[in-house]
């Protein structure tokens, strides 16, 4: 089936710790995001990429990294520089022109620093 | 620069009540989209619809509807004869035609419905 893959659904990580999470999909879709939810700030924009070997960051990339070598997979990693690192992370991807398509999304990856 | 702002927390109903969820935007570019998403507590979202700048009808599908109006920079949801399995956190979303890309969402409004 196509879709949005994210692994792993739940990650722990010891403060100082970089920690990388994955995302693939099989849609054949340029477009790839990472978005980050905490509980009442809704989605925040992370980094996005529209080509491969292309990405922008968004309004939260401090202490984040990503890079796009394949179109089909856009790994986020969550370096010790995020200073609050645990939340909900989600994964999307669009068609071209991707401001004009919908977002299809993964079922997340939630992250917890001990 | 974009805005979403969905001022409703959360919004509790009886099963069958009709329910609205503002949302009110903010762009200078005069190309957008607009979007509504469902999140139910599984987690992922689901997209429900987009709207263009240059189209302002109001669109309904089955028991949801939208109202789309530009003169108060609003595209609000109603979902009509609420049902248990409305109940998950809805967010709209915005994307400038000069982002490119770029969808910025706003704070969400968790709806959930009684039985």
Known sequence: ?114 | AQKVTQAQTEISVVEKEDVTLDCVYETRDTTYYLFWYKQPPSGELVFLIRRNSFDEQNEISGRYSWNFQKSTSSFNFTITASQVVDSAVYFCALSERSSASKIIFGSGTRLSIRP
Request: net charge neutral; aromatic share 12%.
């Open chain 1, 1 to 114: 089936d196509g879709g949005i893959t994210q692994s792993p659904k739940y990650l722990f990580r010891k403060e100082g710790q970089n920690v990388t999470l994955s995302c693939e999909q099989n849609l054949n879709h340029d477009a790839m995001y990472w978005y980050r939810q905490d509980p009442g700030q809704g989605l925040r924009l992370i980094y996005y990429s529209q080509i491969v070997n292309d990405f922008q960051k968004g309004d939260i990339a401090e202490g984040y990294s990503v890079s796009r070598e394949k179109k089909e997979s856009f790994p986020l990693t969550v370096t010790s520089a995020q200073k609050n690192p645990t939340a909900f992370y989600l994964c999307a991807s669009s068609i071209p022109t991707g401001n004009t398509g919908e977002l299809f999304f993964g079922e997340g990856s939630r992250l917890t620093v001990l």
